[in-house]
């Protein structure tokens, strides 16, 4: 019991409003460190939950990502406010795209060892 919670802790990351995170980190410090570390969280958190055979939590922690970063512009946060200039789903919509392709990227790369270690335990 205690081994599935522990396995599952990681995403917890999906409570936290990414997209609008890394938006206002690089919009205060004019850079894209914000949307780098965090397509490189992404990366790392599809890889695992591949590796841990989690895919169906991961999809349910993207729904509730995504529908957490649109209440946020619905109810106009302060967060919001600070990178978004005409329409803040300009700006968050294509970076949920971006996100999620690298999840499947990390996904992948999962499915890859997966196979790549059960064909060498074969030898």
């Known amino acids: 019991m205690l081994k599935k919670i522990i396995l599952r802790l990681p995403f917890i990351f999906y409570f936290i409003p990414y997209v609008h995170l890394s938006l206002a980190t690089d919009y205060l410090f004019d850079s894209i460190v914000g949307i780098f570390l965090f397509l490189l969280l992404t990366v790392i958190i599809g890889f695992y939950a591949k590796m841990t055979q989690q895919i169906s939590l991961l999809v349910f ?63």
């Open 61 to 123: 922690g993207n729904l509730i990502n995504i529908l957490l970063s649109c209440a946020l512009i619905l109810f106009k946060s302060p967060l919001v406010s600070l990178y978004h200039s005409s329409s803040p789903f300009v700006a968050a919509v294509p970076l949920i795209a971006l996100f999620l392709i690298t999840q499947l990227t990390g996904i992948f790369w999962g499915y890859i060892l997966q196979k790549e270690a059960s064909f060498n335990g074969q030898n």
